[in-house]
Nanobody, 126 residues
């Protein structure tokens, strides 16, 4: 059974940084696209960024407008882990962050992903 485990969330002050991790268990996904989404109460899951496999252990990423320039996705194929480095955090970044494994369809829609983690809470507040 495939499970994704997110970690690294917490409470941080505005302007601070956090690094989230996503590690699948039960299977590896070295050539699959994997993404980060976030969700706040009463709202739909929102696309943050996606990591695509290019060649070998090289990946490239795409980001939402809200994340671009502040967030960076990286992957360590040897550790089977994806990271989300979040800098210059703002109160509006407060959400539960999820990672997902892409299945098919439009990358920015959460319905295109067939495996999800349980999420990790990020709270940005002074």
């Amino acid at each position: 059974q495939v499970q994704l485990v997110e970690s690294g969330g917490g409470l941080v002050q505005p302007g601070g940084s956090l690094r989230l991790s996503c590690t699948p268990s039960g299977r590896t996904f070295p050539t699959s696209s994997m993404a980060w989404f976030r969700q706040t109460p009463g709202k739909e899951r929102e696309f943050v960024g996606v990591s695509h496999w290019a060649t070998g252990v090289v990946y490239y990423s795409e980001y939402s407008a809200a994340a671009k320039g502040r967030f960076t996705i990286s992957r360590d194929a040897a550790k089977n882990t994806m990271f989300l480095q979040m800098n210059s955090l703002r109160p509006e970044d407060t959400a539960v962050y999820y990672c997902g494994v892409y299945f098919r369809g439009e990358y920015r829609f959460d319905s295109s992903y067939d495996y999800w983690g349980q999420g990790t809470q990020v709270t940005v507040s002074s």
